[in-house]
């Protein structure tokens, strides 16, 4: 099951980068739990989904696009969830992703519970 798992994750996660590609502030918020959280160093945290689309509504509008994720690594914690770390990078700024806890819902999607990155310029 931990195989589903994470293939449910990295589909997920292309997801996310998918909307964000696209300028789809609202796509990147519904890849994350109602209620989820995101530690965006040095930005500050955002909570819930209002917040972190306001968050990626801003990014992009300022003209951020094109982010892939560099050697990402993801380790499944059990039969519901799993986190995903790595590098990335877009056109006008890079970084790392510390943690990325996906949690797979009752429908079978999975969704962000916690996402922490740091921008590194």
């Known amino acids: 099951m931990t195989d589903r798992v994470v293939e449910l994750v990295n589909a997920a996660s292309e997801r996310w980068q998918a909307f964000f590609n696209a300028g789809d ?10 209620d989820a959280k995101m530690v965006a160093a040095p930005f500050g945290t955002f909570t819930g989904r209002e917040q972190i689309e306001q968050f990626w509504s801003k990014l992009i509008s300022d003209g951020y696009a094109d982010v892939e994720y560099i050697d990402r690594k993801t380790e499944a914690l059990d039969d519901t969830s ?6 990335w990078r877009m056109n006008k700024a890079h970084g790392v992703i510390t943690r990325e806890l996906w949690v797979i819902q009752e ?8 996402d922490h990155f740091q921008a590194q310029g």
């Not at 502030?25 to 109602?34: I, L």
């Not at 429908?107 to 916690?114: Q, T, V």
């Open 107 to 114: 429908n079978g999607d999975a969704l962000l519970r916690e």
């Open 82 to 87: 799993a986190v995903i770390s790595a590098g």
């Open 25 to 34: 502030a609202t796509g990147c918020a519904s890849c994350y739990e109602a």
